[in-house]
């Protein structure tokens, strides 16, 4: 694109007429990928907050296009990679975060641990996984919808602070980089890891009819308190008596439908009409 057209298409954007704004925003997010040093040089150089508001929803109409694109490939070819679909998700808010250096830093958990973990007991298991994400990386739990870091992967990986359902994310794909088996539980009030040897989302339904004593439940909010069924009901302080059945096993699609839910939480509470409905767009395509 010419200097003198995209400087040509910023004029446009604040033209009082609708049709002709919205048709010079269409052309710079269908030229974005070329021009997108030139937007952010632009905005850099600029006292004018009416073009900067502009050229953010450019920036912002052209990431959601990529996500959603992303989104739906992701859903139809690799949803049993849940940081992949959590690094598309979370670019939403922060297009800078890059899917290698966040898969790095995941195994490069794996490649620290030199103990043979499958010769560990199913109790010694869980306990080593929450020294590693606890103590060792010193993840925490908070609850805040307001604060949208909490919910980002590349923020909490670097604060070390999280929601309880991404602190439940990260703990299920480190369990899974070490070949341990977890499956995230969610009710409509808590979100729950089940641990056993032989436990795979595939059988979890018939696993419980069989072997439910033997199930341990773990509690990433509470720093991975680890309790058996029994306990559920004097350990998450339910008003009755708490039960499994409260619970559906989290599908990885699901764990992105719920950051997304997070999302548009965070959007209605800040009142961005616009940011909502690209977030409830995205929702629609997990159901």
Not at 78 to 92: F, W, Y
Request: no cysteine; aromatic share 12%; glycine share 2%.
């Amino acid at each position: 694109m010419k200097e003198s057209e995209f400087n040509a298409l910023l004029n446009l954007l604040l033209d009082p007429n609708e049709y002709v704004s919205f048709k010079a925003k269409e052309k710079l997010i269908s030229e974005f990928d070329k021009i997108e040093k030139r937007i952010y040089e632009f905005m850099s150089n600029s006292e004018n907050h009416h073009f900067a508001q502009k050229l953010n929803e450019v920036i912002q109409e052209h990431y959601f296009s990529v996500t959603k694109s992303e989104l739906k490939k992701w859903k139809n070819n690799t949803p049993d990679d849940l940081l992949k679909g959590l690094v598309i998700v979370s670019r939403i808010f922060d297009s800078n975060i890059s899917f290698y250096e966040i898969k790095n830093y995941f195994d490069q958990i794996k490649r620290m641990n030199n103990i043979d973990i499958q010769n560990l007991s199913g109790l010694e298991q869980i306990r080593f996984l929450n020294a590693i994400i606890f103590k060792t990386l010193n993840f925490k739990s908070v609850n805040n919808d307001n604060n949208i870091s909490i919910f980002l992967i590349n923020k909490v990986i670097e604060k070390k602070i999280g929601s309880p359902l991404l602190i439940s994310i990260i703990y299920k794909i480190i369990a899974y980089k070490l070949d341990i088996p977890a499956l995230i539980l969610r009710s409509k009030k808590n979100i729950l890891i089940a641990y056993n040897s032989e436990l795979r989302e595939i059988n979890f339904e018939y696993y419980l009819k069989k072997h439910s004593r033997n199930l341990l439940i773990i509690n990433p909010a509470d720093k991975g308190y680890i309790f058996t069924l029994n306990e559920m009901q004097y350990t998450l302080g339910e008003k009755r008596k708490a039960t499994l059945s409260d619970y559906t096993v989290a599908s990885n699609p699901d764990l992105i439908k719920m950051i997304i839910g997070r999302f548009i939480n965070f959007a209605k509470l800040n009142n961005d009409e616009n940011t909502l409905q690209y977030l409830v767009d995205l929702h629609k395509i997990l159901l």
